[in-house]
């Protein structure tokens, strides 16, 4: 059992909590009808990631016996037989859908699950092996995941919350590229088809870019009239925690070399998960004190 539990890679299903991103933003996290929804919503999203997860596993199996921690997945690894691999893929994609249609049956939320499918299917497929539109397209499905939450929490999303989505998605995708990147020259094989694209160079000017934009993106949303009208007028407060964060991730990218899976660093990494909390827990105090006087 372990095995197929394994071949569903519940440990990425941490991405979907983008979902709850419109309805934390918007002040509303206490809405618990809303919140019922997005779990749904975070279950229908976690079930069509396993299905292209699978699907993907699939077409790299002879790739991934190369790769020194891929080899262990369970279709490369030979623990899982292939047609019921796809099997389990083709359920976990009707499921997916099915719980879409259960939350809203007006069709919006299953057209963004289904644009979010076909994008991510797109990318096992071929799109993956294209540099820049591979990260572009990983970067597109975390703001097809705010956007699905937007939907199902009825809020309209903010061009500074879409812009700051991607800018963080695609920041993250480079550090990984580079891990990518740094285990070609170790090994000298190529892991990814992409990666003919890429150089340290070109990647780090990239982090740094981008590294730069996210900040003052989110720096400028702080003081924006939304920022205001959600939270008060000391939400930039809390970009000391944002540019903590993002300077850790630097240090785990530039430093260590393993920003090769962001999920695991968020489960593993101590000062990512305090500065995460520390990032919630100021949004709450400013939202809940903002008529204080200590936040006058």
């Not at 069509?48 to 790299?60: C, E, F, K, M, P």
């Not at 299953?110 to 990318?123: A, D, M, Q």
């Not at 430093?255 to 660093?265: D, L, M, R, V």
Request: glycine share 6%; with cysteine; hydrophobic share 50%.
């Amino acid at each position: 059992m372990k095995h197929y539990i394994k071949l569903l890679r519940p440990k990425q299903w941490a991405k979907n909590l983008f979902l709850f991103i419109p309805l934390f933003f918007a002040g509303k996290m206490f809405e618990f009808d809303k919140i019922l929804l997005l779990i749904g919503g975070f279950f229908a999203y976690s079930f069509l990631a396993s299905s292209i997860y699978i699907i993907n596993d699939y077409r790299d199996i002879e790739d991934d016996k190369k790769h020194p921690e891929k080899q262990f997945r369970p279709l490369a690894a030979g623990t899982v037989k292939k047609n019921i691999a796809l099997i389990i893929s083709v359920l976990l994609a009707l499921g997916g859908f099915f719980i879409g249609y259960l939350l809203d049956n007006s069709g919006k939320f299953n057209l963004i699950l289904g644009l979010y499918f076909v994008l991510n299917l797109s990318y096992s497929l071929g799109l993956k092996n294209l540099s820049i539109v591979d990260i572009l397209i990983v970067a597109a499905g975390f703001l097809l995941r705010v956007k699905g939450g937007s939907v199902l929490a009825n809020i309209e999303t903010t061009s500074w919350l879409n812009i700051m989505t991607f800018l963080l998605a695609l920041f993250m995708s480079i550090a990984k590229r580079r891990d990518d990147v740094i285990l070609k020259l170790e090994t000298g094989t190529d892991m990814r088809k992409s990666i003919k694209g890429y150089s340290i160079e070109f990647l780090n000017t990239l982090l740094g870019l981008f590294c730069a934009i996210l900040i003052v993106s989110y720096i400028n949303y702080t003081v924006s009239e939304t920022g205001h009208r959600n939270f008060g007028h000391r939400l930039y407060y809390t970009s000391v925690f944002v540019i903590a964060g993002i300077m850790r991730y630097l240090q785990i990218t530039f430093i260590q070399n393993k920003a090769g899976s962001p999920t695991e660093i968020l489960y593993k990494d101590r000062f990512i998960q305090i500065t995460l909390l520390l990032w919630i827990a100021s949004f709450f105090v400013i939202l809940y004190l903002k008529d204080a006087t200590f936040f006058q």
